[in-house]
């Protein structure tokens, strides 16, 4: 497992959040940086989503530290944690602001943590926000410590854990993927996994450009299903959600707030800024991208370019991706017949060549005014979350991958890949691992040739699909 450790001056909750992170309730969070609780480094299995890592809290060195510098425990340090771990997460106190002692962990780690991936965390963020502006402040402040954008978190409430998870799971997931041995590869989360967050339902996105429908598309939707949870004032607007039922499935809306909120100040412009942050991508499993069909009827291309980024992204964050045509009852006219037509080829075309490496990303034609087209919406969304939760049988993937090669012919038969071992690490979205034997290696061609055919032959159309290879063991 990849090992992640938790590091800070005295007292800014390292234990508090190494306790959130394996989930044990029992250890005991002293206040008074004198008080010291454990003597030892910490270690644990930490869960966050479906994210399996190894804990390591550093707490314990504090009382070797004679003086109030870390430099005292420099040398425990390095021996006990540095060569164990990958990635460390630096504590600072959001609400004290950084001190100079937090200065000096950073130098510390500059130093000695050189190969070490570093995520600040400023703990203790819950009474932060962000319409006093306390909350960028803090952020700001800590941003100074050189490494990258800081994550507020409360370890106590559990406040902005899945940010954490956010931050944490592209770092671990590469990682994985790099060190993978067969024994590491029933430990990465999978949809099947008896762990809470991967039984969250489904968490749908519905983004797109102010007035393009998404608020009425939104009621059409929950009109016809139980509303589990109204809009409930959170901490911050992020934490604002919509969940109902479709179909006996729970469905939660995420950042339904957030655009809510905006397109009232927005109306008009035609700025995706909500959208664009990569943020509401990352937590949702499905986005709904909404266009509007008057719109494309009346220009050359179907999307704007606000709207090929967004689609563009989603994809590349892994996310599956609807797109949803609203408005279809302004083009029914029959003066206007031709440009129906127009806009129903256009639009899977231009979704086809802006993003050519996802094919079959579905298209549904609706009209949330009136109600006309809802269901199809939901359909595509469940669907697609299906195929993204997708998990092969490694047995029935090697039969599959001796078909396929078997159906293809290489021109030049020594440039045919020697496949020893095809298995898919994790899914949502699924991911997959060639494992080529000996010097050989996949070229690009080969590896589209086989996520084309894996698609095609499993009905993975419309996700993101990634083959990975490795030399087979
Ligand atoms: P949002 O900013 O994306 O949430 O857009 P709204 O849902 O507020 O809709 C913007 C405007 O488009 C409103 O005046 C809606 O009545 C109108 N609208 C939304 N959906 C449709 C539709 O299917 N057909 C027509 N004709 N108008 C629609």
């Keep these: 497992l990849p090992t992640v450790v938790i590091i800070g001056r005295p007292n800014v909750g390292k234990s508090a959040l ?23 480094i910490r270690d644990g299995v930490a869960k966050l989503g479906d994210l399996r890592f190894r804990v390591l809290d550093s707490a314990g060195l504090e009382a070797e530290a004679s003086s109030g510098s870390v430099l005292g425990r420099t040398a425990a340090m390095t021996e006990n944690v540095l060569t164990r771990s990958q990635f460390a997460l630096f504590l600072v106190d959001a609400r004290d602001g950084l001190q100079p002692m937090d200065l000096d962990v950073g130098k510390w780690l500059r130093k000695h943590a050189t190969g ?3 995520l600040v965390v400023m703990n203790k963020a819950e009474l932060l926000d962000d319409i006093s502006g306390s909350l960028a402040a803090a952020a700001g402040e800590a941003y100074t410590l050189g490494f ?24 671990l997931e590469d990682y994985v993927l790099r060190v993978l041995k067969d024994e590491d590869i029933d430990k990465i989360g999978s949809c099947e996994d008896e762990d809470i967050e991967s039984k969250l339902p489904l968490q749908l996105a519905i983004v797109g450009r102010p007035n393009v429908g998404k608020s009425t598309l939104l009621n059409a939707i929950l009109q016809e299903n139980r509303v589990l949870v109204g809009p409930e004032a959170g901490l911050t607007r992020d934490s604002i959600r919509v969940q109902f039922q479709y179909d006996g499935r729970n469905i939660y809306l995420v950042d339904t707030a957030g655009w809510l909120e905006r397109t009232k100040q927005e109306k008009g412009a035609s700025s995706l800024s909500i959208m664009q942050s990569r943020k509401h991508l990352m937590r949702a499993h ?10 494309i009827a009346r220009a050359r291309r179907s999307m704007k ?16 991706l609807v797109v949803v045509v609203n408005k279809m009852d302004l083009l029914k006219g029959k003066q206007n017949s031709k ?21 079959g990303i579905p298209v549904v034609f609706v009209s949330a ?21 997708l998990r092969l049988p490694t047995a029935r993937l090697n039969r599959w991958l001796r078909k396929v090669m078997s159906r293809h012919s290489w021109k030049d038969q020594a440039a045919q890949p020697k496949i020893k071992y095809f298995t898919q690490v994790k899914a949502r979205p699924p991911t997959f691992v060639a494992f080529v ?23 993975l159309g419309g996700i993101p699909v990634r083959i990975m290879q490795r030399t087979a063991p």
């Excluded at 980024?309 to 599956?320: F, N, P, S, T």
């Excluded at 006309?372 to 469940?382: F, P």
């Design 437 to 459: 034997s000996g010097k050989t290696r996949l070229s690009d061609t080969d590896l589209r040739f086989l996520t084309k055919s894996l698609k095609e032959d499993f009905n």
């Design 286 to 295: 499905v986005v709904a991208l909404v266009l509007d069909a008057e719109e």
């Design 305 to 320: 370019h606000a709207e090929v980024v967004i689609a563009r992204r989603a994809v590349e964050e892994g996310r599956g």
């Design 369 to 389: 005014l009136e109600g006309q087209g809802r269901i199809a919406v939901m359909r595509e969304v469940v669907d697609t979350y299906e195929k993204w939760c």
């Design 148 to 171: 990258g954008d800081p994550i507020a978190l409360s370890a106590e409430t559990g406040f902005g854990m899945t940010e954490l998870y956010e931050a944490l799971r592209p770092l």
């Design 18 to 40: 190494f306790n959130r992170l394996i989930r044990r309730r029992e250890a005991l969070v002293y206040n008074t940086p004198n008080d010291h609780v454990t003597r030892d």
């Design 116 to 118: 070490i991936k570093t």
């Design 339 to 359: 440009i129906y037509e127009r806009v129903i080829k256009a639009v899977p075309e231009e979704i086809q060549t802006v993003i050519p490496q996802v094919s």
